[in-house]
Nanobody, 127 residues
Framework: QVQLVESGGGLVQAGGSLRLSCAAS????????MGWFRQAPGKEREFVAAIRWKNTWSAGITYYADSVKGRFTISRDNAKITVYLQMNSLKPDDTAVYYC????????????????WGQGTQVTVSS
């Protein structure tokens, strides 16, 4: 089992920044991917960003949704087994509950392929 705990959400004005964290604990795997998804009220969950975690030496391959490219950055801390989502130039449309997810295997943007989920953290961007 893998446990994921998110933190860092909050209220910010448009144009501001937030950094989300997702700490993983439990089993470790040689090939693991972690991603961020979000769900706004009345909308379906959508992919935001993902990073591959394969062993500890390889560079983290990353994927981003078109809507966040150039504004959001996903990164990882191998020692802390933590993934971050740095969100800059936030817009009201970024308002949602953000979920961290993990899967055993290679990186993917499909939420159904993720095995583990955090509890979610609210991000609210005011105009």
């Amino acid at each position: 089992q893998v446990q994921l705990v998110e933190s860092g959400g909050g209220l910010v004005q448009a144009g501001g920044s937030l950094r989300l964290s997702c700490a993983a604990s439990g089993r470790t795997f040689s090939s693991f991917a972690m991603g961020w998804f979000r769900q706004a009220p009345g909308k379906e969950r959508e992919f935001v960003a993902a990073i591959r975690w394969k062993n500890t030496w390889s560079a983290g391959i990353t994927y981003y949704a078109d809507s966040v490219k150039g504004r959001f950055t996903i990164s990882r801390d191998n020692a802390k087994i933590t993934v971050y989502l740095q969100m800059n130039s936030l817009k009201p449309d970024d308002t949602a509950v953000y979920y961290c997810a993990g899967r055993v295997g290679d990186i993917t943007t499909t939420g159904l392929h993720y095995d583990y989920w955090g509890q979610g953290t609210q991000v609210t961007v005011s105009s």
